[in-house]
């Protein structure tokens, strides 16, 4: 995946940056027929065409790879797309999706997958969707009453199935729920900032199971880290740069690395196993301090998504700026992922990008 084409910026916030944060992270037939799915197709080179999707309102969120090689994007208002072979299916609540805002996608060991709302979970089987509920939690206060619904505690943020079968539920601001199949156990309520109701309102962008099975998730309420080993939790924040942590990535080695908002000295946190070190702006090359998102490619590259700065490539000691074609720079590029051709795609509210190694497709149109 290396190109001449690439070429790797933060801040203490309180309760109203919280709030902005929060918000900008804030039954189908499978027809595949481009005109009734809203897409078009186009020649970009003589012998390739692509298939381009109009550009959902407030943009694309997330973006997942499914075990059958199928592209999912979510979006934050106009349900998820499907991009099979060379077309895009689009599924919304008409068609039977639970809900239109789609904050996460996931899938579990049977091929189901799971989409993050507003209010909870949906699942899809392949035919039909069905809708889980969490435990629903208490929006009123004096805290939530002035940030509902940005602060919406009820949204599911983040999807995990671990090894053993247990599906685990983060969310905006009630910790994580941890699911069996048949009842849930609520995690991590009580960690990071209490804020002006007595509650810590605790949000959690990002879970990842590492190597030795051990469970990472993330605190957006300034909690750091907290991992657990199937039996208890341990909690890191003091060994971090920030205690406002965006994302946690378990790269091919077994490394964590910990993507945090930029408070502080914040930067690019990295765990071996033993120690934590972190990647600074300043001092070794990170473009940014504000990192909210990190994909590790086919080739060992690492990409660093940011809230503040263009998108960036990581090789393990150098960070460069990702430039396309003319030089082009893609800012505040919120996720990554490779699809089974080694594409990397990469999206945020403005469009959706497919970078093939040699240029980069816009694969949405006005």
Not at 52 to 62: D, R, T, V
Not at 184 to 206: A, P, R
């Amino acid at each position: 995946m290396k190109s001449d084409l690439l070429s790797l910026r933060p801040i203490y916030f309180g309760v109203e940056t919280l709030i902005i944060l929060s918000l900008i992270i804030i039954s189908c037939n499978g027809q595949s027929n481009q005109e009734k799915n809203g897409t078009n197709s186009i020649t970009i080179n003589p012998g390739i065409t692509e298939t381009k999707i109009p550009l959902p309102e407030n943009g694309f969120y997330c973006g997942f790879l499914d075990s059958k090689g199928n592209l999912w994007f979510g979006s934050r208002g106009n349900g998820v797309f499907k991009f099979e072979g060379n077309s895009f299916t689009n599924y919304n609540k008409e068609k039977g999706l639970c809900s239109d805002d789609i904050s996460c996608i996931s899938e579990d060991k049977n091929g189901n997958l799971w989409f993050g709302t507003p209010n909870g979970v949906c699942r899809f089987n392949g035919k039909g969707f069905e809708s889980l509920e969490i435990p629903k939690s208490d929006t009123s206060g004096v805290w939530l009453d002035k940030v509902y619904p940005i602060v919406n505690p009820n949204q599911v943020m983040s999807i995990l199935e671990d090894k053993k079968g247990n599906l685990w539920f983060g969310t905006n601001g009630a910790g994580v729920y941890q699911y069996n199949g048949k009842s849930f156990m609520q995690h991590l309520s009580k960690i990071g900032k209490t804020y002006e109701d007595g509650q810590q309102h605790n949000i959690v962008l990002s879970i990842v199971e590492d190597l030795k099975g051990n469970l990472w998730f993330t605190s957006l309420s300034h909690g750091g880290v907290s991992v657990y080993d199937g039996k208890e939790f341990k909690h890191y924040i003091n060994e971090l740069s920030d205690d406002f942590i965006r994302i946690a990535y378990c790269d091919s080695k077994g490394n964590i690395l910990i993507g945090t908002h930029g408070n502080y000295n914040g930067g690019l946190d990295l765990y071996n196993g033993r120690d934590f070190k972190t990647f600074h702006k300043t001092n070794d090359g990170l473009l940014t301090n504000n990192v909210r998102w990190i994909f590790e490619d086919n080739s060992g590259e690492f990409w660093i998504g940011s809230g503040n700065s263009p998108l960036s490539v990581f090789d393990g000691e150098h960070f460069r700026n990702f430039k396309g074609n003319q030089g082009r720079e893609y800012d505040r590029i919120i996720f990554i992922l490779e699809d089974s051709d080694n594409n990397i795609w990469f999206g945020n509210r403005n469009g959706l990008w497919k970078f093939n190694g040699k240029e980069v497709i816009e694969m949405t149109q006005a």
